[in-house]
């Protein structure tokens, strides 16, 4: 019964995982900006295919801000459908920038932006691995020698120039923070960048209540049945009883749907010591 129990539980994490990136909802009314035009030839290659924007058709001629020499200029561009050019392209470097880090160099003189390095790391070892911990240890060591080695040039005149910015590992990345179109320029034309891409902000849809909720549970709600939950129910087991632990970004010990089931609170007052863990150490 457990074995059976834990292979539910499993097959709906897996699915949760695989299926993540696909399951985004946006209210209109916050819409994100949208996503970087995905690149062409080999630095296609640094995005997974479910990252890769959808074409768009019969999209309007629009304005993108360019470099001309020294200069940012305003000229027509193809519609999103057509894509940048090629990232490797000798004759326009450029194309390796996303549109609106350039527009926001144009408009306030400095941005922040992403800047991918071609070099990925070759996982496909991790393959021949036997246990979890071996393929875990070989990726997580793979993925930082080659951040470390790739972006160690390029960091030394970041730091020369005492420029800021925040390295990323997995992706192989490096966060600038106020970049500048002198900043750009000089980083732009490296063979060792494939791509310059905005920080992106999203913003998220705020939650809601229902001021007059039912009195008892009317359904099961998706997010239940889509790991499987529900399936673990029927099988009797319903979870009373156990203790559960969280150590995330922290839980609301006094929210409403929580102090009820809050170790910690006996319905009157709140006893905090062995029921909460500060991992700041505040």
């Keep these: 019964m457990k074995r059976e129990l834990f292979r539910l539980i499993n097959l709906g994490l897996v699915l949760t995982t695989l299926l993540a990136p696909f399951t985004t909802t946006v209210s209109a009314d916050l819409a994100p900006e949208p996503a970087p035009l995905a690149p062409e030839g080999p630095a296609a290659s640094l995005f997974p295919a479910w990252a890769q924007p959808l074409a768009l058709s019969k999209a309007p001629v629009r304005s993108e801000t360019r470099f ?49 390095m ?60 106020d970049g500048s179109q002198t900043l750009l320029l000089n980083v732009v034309f490296r063979s060792d960048v494939a791509w310059i891409t905005a920080n992106h902000k999203y913003q998220l849809e705020e939650p809601s209540t229902n001021p007059n909720p039912p009195a008892h549970i009317l359904a099961v709600e998706s997010n239940i049945s889509f790991v499987n939950a529900d399936d673990v129910w029927a099988m009797g087991h319903t979870g009373e009883g156990i203790v559960l632990a969280g150590n995330d970004t922290g839980l609301d010990w006094d929210h409403p749907a929580l102090i009820n089931q809050y170790r910690g609170w006996d319905g009157a007052t709140a006893d905090h010591n062995y029921n909460w863990w500060d991992a700041t150490g505040r």
């Design 68 to 116: 001309s020499g020294k200069n940012l200029v305003s000229q027509p561009v193809a519609s999103a459908a057509q894509g940048p050019k090629s990232a490797s392209s000798p004759d326009d470097p450029l194309a390796k920038v996303e549109p609106s880090v350039m527009n926001e160099l144009a408009a306030d003189g400095k941005s922040d932006f992403f800047i991918w």
């Design 118 to 177: 071609t070099e990925k790391a070759d996982l496909s070892p991790a393959y021949t691995l036997k246990t979890k911990e071996e393929k875990g240890r070989f990726v997580f060591e793979a993925l930082r020698e080659t951040a470390e080695h790739s972006q160690k040039e390029l960091r030394t005149h970041l730091d020369e120039q005492g420029i800021g910015y925040h390295p990323f590992y997995i992706a192989n990345k490096i966060l600038i923070r």
